[in-house]
């Protein structure tokens, strides 16, 4: 006769090791997908196209906003100063694009302006939209 006690018990183990996997790689994510995100730090209620396409060679951003404030770059300039500043681009960079960003309600003579003051610099502007 075994009268010895058995423990019948089974042992209670919470396993975390797949858990920090799982921290590391959504970790890992979000920074990755923070990085690739460019905010635009003007609101601006953009045109929509369908055949829209993006640009990755030197850009800078052209900004108007609806009550009509141009930004370069995020920095606010006045309309009479954006061929000096734009041109001050153009000699750091040979290959330059401007990507416009324009208010929906902006009248399209400010932006043939952009557009014109582009064009004496010899500098390539696109245009941006929003994806329909």
Do not use: C, D, N, Y
């Given at each position: 006769m075994n009268l010895r006690k058995r423990n019948s018990r089974a042992s209670a183990e919470v396993h975390t090791s797949a858990m920090n996997d799982i921290m590391f790689f959504l970790l890992l994510f979000?920074?990755?997908a923070s990085t690739v995100t460019n905010p635009n730090?003007?609101?601006?209620?953009?045109?929509?196209s369908s055949s829209?396409?993006?640009?990755?060679k030197k850009t800078i951003t052209v900004s108007v906003t609806k009550d009509l404030r141009y930004y370069v770059d995020k920095k606010e300039v006045k309309e009479t100063d954006l061929p000096a500043t734009l041109g001050s681009y153009k000699n750091l960079a040979t290959d330059l694009t401007i990507v416009l960003y324009v208010d929906r309600s902006v009248a399209i003579q400010n932006v043939v302006q952009v557009m014109d003051t582009a064009q004496k610099l010899n500098i390539k502007l696109v245009l941006?939209?929003?994806p329909k």
């Open positions: 979000f920074l990755i730090v003007i609101k601006l209620m953009l045109p929509k829209g396409q993006s640009v990755s941006a939209t929003e």
